[in-house]
């Protein structure tokens, strides 16, 4: 049975009792009211109460009890029972009765949990109208025809096309036509992006005003939209390690509770001399108000509001062990190549007989899926020149390429790659003027003599500048991090306003370089590559680019849809929100326990200050509902200026 059909019933069933007790102190009860049977229906209507509503805590503490272990039902349980056995007891040794104590608590207890799982149910709205975003059917090439088939049945390979105003079903890259894509609904970017030839697009998104042909790449539960509801979901059921700290703290606070539970009694019972009735009272109060179930919400409901909004702003958190790191990093570390810069660098000069270098340099490229590598193709292909055959290819980490051409041995690579006397001192000359420019150099050539230079470059991306200045904003220290030469590297972060270069390190290596820089305090990498893997899990918080492999996703703690490196200041500032709103809850669900238990327990007593069981579960109810409040409220909280999305 759900916890609203408990709580309903809990309350329908306790609402005479709660009119026997307002109304018969005054003498009189409205006939709409009145409680035929006394103590008997009492009895009864409790009863019901224990067993329908109250009984999953009974269980929950058995269960606990049995594991030697002791949570928040135990509280709940051992109050509820305390005062509903007693009352039994009572009633046959005609004495006052508290049925009405164990019915109220069951029903207060019940709708703080009412408000947490209607929280739940609202953060998690976000993965809900995710799910719903996704189409129903696409248009497929079938047999020569395009015709309409589930979206179950769309496989990768396939040819889908896309009329003005549908939804795009899965993802895929373009292969004939041009339009502008509504990608507002997965990315969080408001503006319309233009699609063209080899254009990727994501499923779930519009097609706006040109009709559209794409090959389906990704289907079913490997689409980019399912793997954000999976991540989502993921996240919002995720721990940050200050909630095991927690759990650890419950687990001594609930035996401390029933041992001061137990004192009270005593002190109240043989030492002051009161009935056994007012003793036991004051005993199930304090056991009623320590129920820690504030300490409980205090992580959860924050996490599952913060990740469901950053999610909204296409920043997906996968866990609540991000959060908690990233709220004390001190250094931000950047890839260059695809993070900083756009990703797609192109030849921009070449030294040396054009027709030759490039000729031979394209023979060597032709093959690999290297960025550079593709930048000379294109280059050759533009000049309409034709590479060569090359056998006994080899890749050379960190250096270049090799192979046989001509019966030659042909080369194409960085410095690394030169035997003493390669280049001769004009060619050395042209490529530190080129690289002073933030261009990389390649050398080519045959037989261990360079014959010309290939410069390209990787312009950096037009936000990196903004996003690397808001996060100095912060106070936060800015590295790049790249296998590129020092030069190269030292330019690009001279243009972003980088703090540190770390340059010419091997892919192997950046996870030992990410070590160095946690010796000063917590580091939180940004990268996109196969190669950035290792570094990204190394790193107390690894933020990986939407637009990286899978494997770099797959290491990364934070994911950037929209690709925009400024959302790496909106991911720490939600990140930074989430956890200061835990703390807060933290803070509040403590207080209403260190304020109550003494209030419950009668220790102002003398003064006029007491707490029945009832009102204690009251109390305790809305410590519940002010920490679930608190968190609902971070989705309204304004994030600093600059990091409010356009």
């Given at each position: 049975?759900?916890?609203?059909?408990?709580?309903?019933?809990?309350?329908?069933?306790?609402?005479?009792?709660?009119?026997?007790?307002?109304?018969?102190?005054?003498?009189?009860?409205?006939?709409?009211?009145?409680?035929?049977?006394?103590?008997?229906?009492?009895?009864?209507?409790?009863?019901?109460?224990?067993?329908?509503?109250?009984?999953?805590?009974?269980?929950?503490?058995?269960?606990?009890?049995?594991?030697?272990?002791?949570?928040?039902?135990?509280?709940?349980?051992?109050?509820?029972?305390?005062?509903?056995?007693?009352?039994?007891?009572?009633?046959?040794?005609?004495?006052?009765?508290?049925?009405?104590?164990?019915?109220?608590?069951?029903?207060?207890?019940?709708?703080?949990?009412?408000?947490?799982?209607?929280?739940?149910?609202?953060?998690?709205?976000?993965?809900?109208?995710?799910?719903?975003?996704?189409?129903?059917?696409?248009?497929?090439?079938?047999?020569?025809?395009?015709?309409?088939?589930?979206?179950?049945?769309?496989?990768?390979?396939?040819?889908?096309?896309?009329?003005?105003?549908?939804?795009?079903?899965?993802?895929?890259?373009?292969?004939?036509?041009?339009?502008?894509?509504?990608?507002?609904?997965?990315?969080?970017?408001?503006?319309?992006?233009?699609?063209?030839?080899?254009?990727?697009?994501?499923?779930?998104?519009?097609?706006?005003?040109?009709?559209?042909?794409?090959?389906?790449?990704?289907?079913?539960?490997?689409?980019?939209?399912?793997?954000?509801?999976?991540?989502?979901?993921?996240?919002?059921?995720?721990?940050?390690?200050?909630?095991?700290?927690?759990?650890?703290?419950?687990?001594?606070?609930?035996?401390?509770?029933?041992?001061?539970?137990?004192?009270?009694?005593?002190?109240?019972?043989?030492?002051?001399?009161?009935?056994?009735?007012?003793?036991?009272?004051?005993?199930?109060?304090?056991?009623?108000?320590?129920?820690?179930?504030?300490?409980?919400?205090?992580?959860?409901?924050?996490?599952?509001?913060?990740?469901?909004?950053?999610?909204?702003?296409?920043i997906l958190i996968k866990n609540g062990e991000v959060l908690e790191a990233a709220d004390d990093v001190h250094t931000i570390?950047?890839?260059?190549?695809?993070?900083?810069?756009?990703?797609?660098?192109?030849?921009?000069?070449?030294?040396?007989?054009?027709?030759?270098?490039?000729?031979?340099?394209?023979?060597?490229?032709?093959?690999?899926?290297?960025?550079?590598?593709?930048?000379?193709?294109?280059?050759?292909?533009?000049?309409?020149?034709?590479?060569?055959?090359?056998?006994?290819?080899?890749?050379?980490?960190?250096?270049?390429?090799?192979?046989?051409?001509?019966?030659?041995?042909?080369?194409?690579?960085?410095?690394?790659?030169?035997?003493?006397?390669?280049?001769?001192?004009?060619?050395?000359?042209?490529?530190?003027?080129?690289?002073?420019?933030?261009?990389?150099v390649v050398y080519v050539g045959s037989n261990n003599q360079v014959i010309g230079l290939i410069a390209i470059q990787d312009?950096?991306?037009?936000?990196?500048?903004?996003?690397?200045?808001?996060?100095?904003?912060?106070?936060?220290?800015?590295?790049?991090?790249?296998?590129?030469?020092?030069?190269?590297?030292?330019?690009?972060?001279?243009?972003?306003?980088?703090?540190?270069?770390?340059?010419?390190?091997?892919?192997?290596?950046?996870?030992?370089?990410?070590?160095?820089?946690?010796?000063?305090?917590?580091?939180?990498?940004?990268?996109?590559?196969?190669?950035?893997?290792?570094?990204?899990?190394?790193?107390?918080?690894?933020?990986?680019?939407?637009?990286?492999?899978?494997?770099?996703?797959?290491?990364?703690?934070?994911?950037?849809?929209?690709?925009?490196?400024?959302?790496?200041?909106?991911?720490?500032?939600?990140?930074?929100?989430?956890?200061?709103?835990?703390?807060?809850?933290?803070?509040?669900?403590?207080?209403?326990?260190?304020?109550?238990?003494?209030?419950?327990?009668?220790?102002?007593?003398?003064?006029?200050?007491?707490?029945?069981?009832?009102?204690a579960g009251l109390a305790m109810a809305f410590s519940s509902l002010s920490v679930v409040t608190s968190s609902v409220l971070?989705?309204?909280?304004?994030?600093?200026?600059?990091?409010?999305?356009?």
């Open positions: 049975m759900s916890v609203t059909k408990r709580f309903w019933i809990a309350l329908v069933l306790s609402l005479p009792m709660l009119a026997n007790m307002l109304f018969m102190p005054l003498g009189f009860m409205p006939l709409g009211f009145m409680l035929p049977g006394g103590e008997w229906t009492q009895f009864a209507l409790t009863s019901i109460i224990m067993v329908v509503a109250a009984g999953p805590f009974v269980t929950s503490a058995w269960a606990s009890f049995q594991k030697h272990h002791a949570n928040m039902d135990t509280l709940v349980a051992i109050g509820t029972a305390t005062a509903y056995v007693y009352s039994i007891y009572a009633m046959i040794t005609r004495q006052p009765v508290y049925f009405e104590s164990a019915a109220f608590v069951v029903t207060f207890v019940l709708l703080g949990q009412v408000f947490e799982e209607r929280m739940r149910t609202s953060a998690s709205s976000a993965v809900e109208k995710l799910v719903n975003l996704q189409a129903k059917e696409a248009t497929v090439l079938r047999d020569g025809q395009y015709v309409r088939v589930p979206i179950s049945a769309v496989q990768a390979g396939d040819l889908v096309k896309v009329k003005p105003g549908e939804k795009i079903a899965v993802d895929g890259v373009i292969t004939d036509g041009s339009s502008t894509v509504d990608e507002s609904m997965v990315t969080g970017e408001s503006m319309p992006v233009t699609k063209k030839n080899g254009d990727k697009v994501i499923g779930a998104t519009i097609n706006s005003n040109g009709t559209l042909i794409f090959r389906a790449e990704k289907v079913g539960g490997d689409t980019m939209l399912a793997q954000i509801v999976k991540l989502v979901k993921k996240a919002q059921t995720s721990h940050a390690p200050i909630q095991k700290l927690t759990d650890k703290v419950a687990n001594i606070f609930v035996p401390v509770v029933l041992m001061l539970a137990i004192a009270t009694f005593l002190v109240w019972y043989v030492f002051l001399g009161t009935s056994l009735a007012s003793a036991l009272i004051y005993a199930v109060a304090v056991v009623v108000i320590a129920c820690p179930c504030a300490l409980g919400l205090a992580t959860p409901t924050a996490l599952m509001v913060g990740t469901g909004r950053s999610a909204k702003m296409g570390v950047f890839d260059k190549t695809g993070t900083i810069t756009v990703g797609k660098p192109v030849v921009t000069d070449v030294v040396g007989d054009r027709q030759q270098v490039l000729t031979l340099a394209a023979s060597l490229e032709a093959d690999s899926e290297h960025p550079l590598a593709s930048a000379i193709t294109a280059a050759a292909q533009a000049a309409k020149i034709q590479p060569a055959t090359a056998s006994d290819f080899r890749a050379l980490e960190g250096r270049g390429v090799q192979a046989t051409i001509a019966g030659q041995t042909a080369f194409a690579g960085n410095s690394k790659l030169l035997t003493p006397g390669a280049a001769t001192p004009e060619l050395i000359a042209q490529a530190d003027r080129l690289q002073a420019e933030a261009k990389t312009a950096a991306k037009p936000t990196s500048r903004a996003a690397i200045a808001a996060l100095h904003a912060r106070g936060l220290k800015t590295v790049m991090l790249t296998g590129d030469n020092e030069k190269v590297a030292r330019a690009i972060a001279d243009q972003v306003g980088i703090d540190d270069v770390i340059a010419d390190v091997m892919p192997a290596d950046k996870a030992a370089a990410i070590k160095r820089l946690q010796q000063d305090g917590k580091v939180a990498f940004v990268g996109d590559g196969i190669n950035d893997a290792p570094a990204l899990t190394t790193a107390d918080v690894g933020i990986a680019m939407g637009s990286g492999t899978d494997i770099a996703i797959e290491s990364g703690g934070i994911v950037l849809v929209k690709n925009d490196l400024r959302d790496v200041d909106r991911a720490l500032a939600i990140s930074k929100k989430t956890f200061k709103r835990i703390k807060l809850n933290l803070f509040w669900a403590f207080i209403y326990k260190v304020l109550g238990i003494p209030v419950a327990a009668g220790v102002f007593a003398a003064a006029g200050l007491t707490l029945s069981p009832e009102l971070l989705g309204k909280t304004k994030l600093a200026p600059k990091t409010e999305i356009a």
